[in-house]
T-cell receptor
């Protein structure tokens, strides 16, 4: 069945460093790839997304890249800050997003 | 907009009791999703509705689980009877038809003792 694998499960960086989280997906029909940030005690929040007709998208300190051939996509956070500490989920779905499959999550710690 | 509103935030109940979780989606969003989050299984889709109609309930774990959406502004997820293995955080999310990203509620942390 459809699957999204996410690595690493835990990531610890120094404030100001970059953080990279990688995901792979199995369903070749997937064409929408959102990323969610979940802070303690809250629901996941959409922070950025990318569609299969785009290779890269950037929003201030965060960027996502997509390699459809390899079925890989990544989240890049530059100049990390303590408030970036959270659990990040990647996800994949086909048009309509009805069957969004989530990765297992990456717990990011940013040390001041 | 107040976002997706879930109640209660926390629920502690005894095994065998009925539990009802509630959700109010964002006004105008015509898709509503119920997810369960555990450490072992991550985020699992239980059921989703489109225009108040259940479309896919294949993720509902057992007949003990049921969900309804009587109108566009309210949905319930019921567990009867509850079991300790149902302990988890349950999230409701909604989405506009022309969009792909979800808006999640803050979740209900359910503990069955």
């Amino acid at each position: 069945g459809e699957n999204v694998e996410q690595h690493p499960s835990t990531l610890s960086v120094q404030e100001g460093d970059s953080a990279v989280i990688k995901c792979t997906y199995s369903d070749s029909a997937s064409n929408y790839f959102p990323w969610y940030k979940q802070e303690l005690g809250k629901g996941p929040q959409l922070i950025i997304d990318i569609r299969s007709n785009v290779g890269e998208k950037k929003d201030q300190r965060i960027a996502v890249t997509l390699n459809k051939t390899a079925k890989h996509f990544s989240l890049h956070i530059t100049e990390t800050q303590p408030e970036d500490s959270a659990v990040y989920f990647c996800a994949a779905s086909s048009t309509g997003g009805f069957k969004t499959i989530f990765g297992a999550g990456t717990r990011l710690f940013v040390k001041a | 907009d107040a976002g997706v509103i879930q109640s209660p935030r926390h629920e502690v109940t005894e095994m065998g009791q009925e539990v009802t979780l509630r959700c109010k989606p964002i006004s105008g969003h015509d898709y509503l999703f119920w997810y369960r989050q555990t450490m072992m299984r991550g985020l699992e889709l239980l059921i989703y509705f489109n225009n108040n109609v259940p479309i896919d309930d294949s993720g509902m774990p057992e007949d003990r689980f049921s969900a309804k959406m009587p109108n566009a502004s309210f949905s319930t997820l019921k567990i009867q009877p509850s079991e300790p293995r149902d302990s988890a955080v349950y999230f409701c999310a909604s989405r506009a038809g022309g969009d792909d990203g979800y808006t999640f509620g803050s979740g209900t942390r359910l503990t069955v003792v």
